[in-house]
């Protein structure tokens, strides 16, 4: 049976991944059936202007309320979080955000009847004792930062609406989330973003990781995709709901500033590596998404080498126009 157009609210529509997933949605499903929600910055005036836009904290419960009820939301996509980062620096607020707002999401979506719900997670799930090559699905989660204790917790919890309250909740890992319109906020895969604003802007850029880092990654058009083609998949195909691993690419920042450099020889990297690293070396280096491939059909584009021609090509664009931050 056809789904009805879907009415969607998308959290944290302002930050990395939300400004352009609600943008695809738009393009998908109509400008007027996506709400967009941020809480402090201000919209880009494309996201602003093409579409309705409110202002949340999805800490407070009767805000999501109001929107859920005043644009007859029937999804959500609740990307608002604090990453890894910023959560080491400011833990209380990580917890009041990722699970405050994670468990009002859940709520506001079982009383109202949300039809579906995603929860972004992330590779930040995993600590030192995961395999670090090609993570399994099912393994030890042992997270040593806030925001991965945060993301098990929350994949738990969506699990447990499923089955408790029968509520369609998906999720998937991310890995590191490589973009070219809105740069990360706070996050320990940051540096694989900045470096090429860096390359482009100056020639050089410090790392902020060792140069045999290596993590897994994704370049945004494949995380769009991810993040939609799990969210219209039928639900009797999936096995698991709130925990899908999904791979794109994985390469060592050294790897990284190699192939920046075959497109601007003069470039240079350095690295000073700082409290980040011990995040990076809790994380695996690259990850088995069987599942992900099996049950709703998930297979990337990109790899390391288009991935860098398309990004470069891109905020080449940008500085030329002279929008590049
Ligand atoms: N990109 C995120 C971070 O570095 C991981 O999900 O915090």
Redesign the pocket.
């Known amino acids: 049976m056809a789904r009805k157009t879907p009415r969607i609210l998308v959290t944290g529509a302002v930050g990395q991944i939300g400004s352009e997933l609600t943008m695809a949605l738009r393009k998908r499903y109509g400008n007027n059936n996506i709400v967009a929600a941020g809480h402090r910055k201000d919209p880009s005036l494309a996201l602003r202007d093409s579409g309705p836009f409110d202002r949340i904290d999805v800490t407070d419960r009767e805000q999501i309320e109001q929107v859920v009820t005043r644009h007859k939301i029937n999804t959500i996509y609740h990307m608002a979080a604090i990453?890894?980062?910023v959560?080491e620096e400011k833990p209380q607020l990580a917890w009041n955000v990722n699970m405050g707002g994670l468990y009002n999401v859940l709520e506001v979506a079982r009383e109202y009847k949300i039809t579906r719900v995603f929860l972004p997670s992330?590779?930040?799930v995993f600590g030192p004792e995961t395999p670090r090559d090609c993570a399994p699905q099912e393994t030890v989660l042992h997270p040593t930062t806030i925001?991965g204790v945060s993301k098990v917790a929350g994949e738990l919890l969506g699990d447990y609406y499923c089955h408790r309250f029968g509520l369609d909740v998906r999720g998937l890992r991310?890995?590191?989330?490589i973009s070219s319109e809105t740069p990360?906020g706070?996050?320990?895969?940051?540096y694989a973003v900045e470096i090429f604003y860096e390359a482009i802007k100056h020639r050089r850029y410090t790392c902020f990781v060792r140069e045999d880092t290596v993590l897994p990654m994704m370049y945004m058009p494949d995380c769009i995709k991810a993040t939609i083609d799990l969210m219209e998949s039928d639900l009797y195909c999936l096995k698991h709901h709130c925990n899908f691993n999904v791979a794109g690419m994985s390469f060592s920042a050294g790897e990284l500033a190699a192939e920046i450099k075959k497109h601007l020889p003069e470039f240079i990297c350095d690295y000073r590596p700082d409290f980040r690293q011990e995040?990076a070396d809790s994380w695996p280096k690259s990850l088995d998404d069987r599942p992900a491939r099996e049950e709703w059909g998930w297979k990337p584009s990109y790899d390391l080498a288009s991935m860098a021609t398309d990004m470069l090509k891109c905020l080449h664009a940008r500085y030329e126009k002279g929008t590049l931050p």
């Open positions: 990453l890894s980062a959560g992330s590779i930040a925001y991310y890995p590191g989330i990360p706070g996050g320990t895969t940051d995040i």
